[in-house]
């Protein structure tokens, strides 16, 4: 597969798995998220001494890996685009990263995150391979 597919269909999972938990979060809490909306946004979960549901629907949702997943994802697309290939490291810590999830939180989707992870470390291979060879 080459380097460019490889690197947009990581994108795209990362882009479909963040906008995939962001929907549902705000979704499945969607009592607390029309209460910020009530209250004025500002300042509707506190850091300390707030209500639970509030503090977990934040974290779920807005506070959650989901919005910089879907950034990293866009700058995948992006630098796919240009021919430019992430370092493996970046592929490897993702992969680790969905691993540790998927382990402490049965069953979850993390585990899907070790597919485009491994598509961003075999990218990196293989446009190391062509540079060499």
Known sequence: MPVKTQLRWASAVMIVIGAGHLVLAIVLAWDSHARWLD??????VPLMGGALDNEVAFWAALGSFSVPQILLGWVLWHLAGRGVTVPAGVGWVYAAWCVLGGILLVPSPFFVGVVPGLLIVSA???SHERSRG
């Open 124 to 126: 990196a291979r293989n």
């Open 39 to 44: 209250q004025g946004l500002w300042a509707s």
